[in-house]
């Protein structure tokens, strides 16, 4: 007996909770295709020709056999 009446008890909170984290899944998984709608029709670029070239190679103050790092 005692088990059915918590049952009883605590399941409708336990709808109310599902309800929410459900509620809350749907809004955002919304709000980001919203996002990614917006930020696809953004204008892209200008992109960089070397991403990963050294910039600063003339700068450099040790060499690589002087690199204590």
């Known amino acids: 007996m005692k ?3 918590l049952v009883a008890c605590l399941s409708p909170i336990a709808i ?3 309800v929410m ?3 809350l ?3 955002s998984a919304n709000d980001e295709r919203k996002y990614v709608r917006a930020e696809s ?3 892209h670029g ?3 020709a ?3 070239e050294d910039v600063d190679e003339e700068e450099e103050e ?3 056999r002087t690199d204590y790092r």
């Open 46 to 48: 200008p992109y960089v």
């Open 21 to 23: 984290k459900l509620s």
């Open 3 to 5: 088990p059915l009446v």
């Open 25 to 27: 899944l749907f809004y």
């Open 41 to 43: 029709k953004k204008p």
């Open 16 to 18: 109310i909770w599902i």
């Open 50 to 52: 070397n991403a990963y």
């Open 62 to 64: 040790y060499g690589d």
